[in-house]
């Protein structure tokens, strides 16, 4: 793959291609300098099943999501993956917004069983 990709920084997704021993052969992803190593479970689970899909934590603050599949005929392991960044800022609107509209809720029973008791006082 051409170009290089922060996995820290970049939302840009990138490509890694490792050979039998797990070593890589190709990557565009880069994470403090250098070519971030692959789990090895990962990739054996994707030989075995010729496809594995997981998010990867490769440091606290870095998370991908990942595919890998392994080359038919060869014992390498190409791994495609995309920051998962933005998919958790909006996890975080949608936690802020449930908890916004549950709180209204909650003030409009309390607003109306006050109501409630006010016009049962009379």
Do not use: F, K
């Not at 692959?38 to 990867?56: C, K, N």
């Not at 916004?100 to 109306?112: D, E, H, M, Q, S």
């Amino acid at each position: 793959p051409a170009g290089r990709v922060n996995l820290a920084a970049s939302l840009a997704p990138w490509v890694t291609v490792v050979d039998g021993r797990d070593r890589p052969l190709a990557s565009n992803a880069v994470l403090d300098g250098a070519i971030p190593a692959l789990p090895p479970g990962v990739l054996a689970a994707a030989r075995a099943r010729r496809e594995h899909r997981v998010t990867w934590q490769p440091r606290p603050g870095v998370r991908s999501a990942t595919v890998s599949m392994a080359v038919p005929g060869r014992d390498w392991v190409v791994t495609a993956g995309r920051s998962l960044r933005e998919v958790e800022v909006r996890e975080g609107l949608a936690q802020m917004y449930a908890l916004g509209v549950w709180l209204a809720g909650c003030a409009g029973v309390v607003v109306a069983a006050a109501i409630a008791e006010w016009i049962a006082g009379r």
